[in-house]
């Protein structure tokens, strides 16, 4: 029995996430994920259900990628040795049909070990959503009145530039940020 976070698991399971983020080949990734895995991309229609599905989808999208580069900012690692869930805070640098592409995204990952191999249950990328966008978005869920005024006058000189590059964050207000170029 594997203890929390054996450090040979996590180390296991980080070369796997790298190899998963690197792979430009769909053939290569796909022994990596279980046959009921389920998917949540950025990427449209984002939301695939089986393997079929996860592999159809993503091949697509590699179809056109010439080269493929990464650094992962950030990596949180939980398992007990049956089950993995990791956190990831990604840069991917792409060549995508001879134009540079770049990424910014966090990644959450399950896995779950089936006899000697880590399968990929579930995966979901999603981009960075800005706190003010967040409190927007909530009044436009809740449709509350007082939400939307406040959240209004918090986020309105609240300028989104790319999330690729370095900003210095200024506090404005109750809690909205400002990026400066």
């Given amino acids: 029995m594997a203890k929390f976070n054996d450090r040979r698991i996590v180390i296991q399971l980080i070369n796997i996430e790298n190899k998963i983020q690197v792979d430009d080949n769909m053939d290569d990734i796909a022994h990596n994920i279980h046959r009921h895995a389920v998917m949540a991309d950025m990427m ?22 010439n080269d493929n580069r990464h650094v992962m900012k950030e990596i949180y690692v939980a398992t007990d040795g049956d089950m993995a869930f990791i956190l990831m805070h990604i840069h991917l640098e792409q ?3 001879g134009a540079p592409r770049i990424f910014a995204f966090r990644q959450f990952d399950t896995f779950q070990k089936i006899g000697e191999r880590w399968l990929c249950r579930q995966a979901h990328c999603f981009h960075f959503l800005p706190s003010c966008a967040a409190l927007l978005a909530q009044r436009t869920v809740c449709g509350r009145p007082d939400v939307a005024g406040s959240a209004r006058r918090r986020c309105s000189d609240m300028t989104f530039g790319s999330p690729f590059t370095p900003k210095k964050p200024v506090r404005r207000g109750r809690g909205c940020v400002r990026q400066l170029r």
Wanted: hydrophobic letters at 50%; zero cysteines; charged letters at 15%.
């Fill in 95 to 97: 060549f995508y049909d």
């Fill in 44 to 65: 449209l229609p984002g939301w695939y259900d089986g393997w079929e599905a996860i592999y159809d989808a993503v091949a697509v999208q590699f179809a056109g990628i």
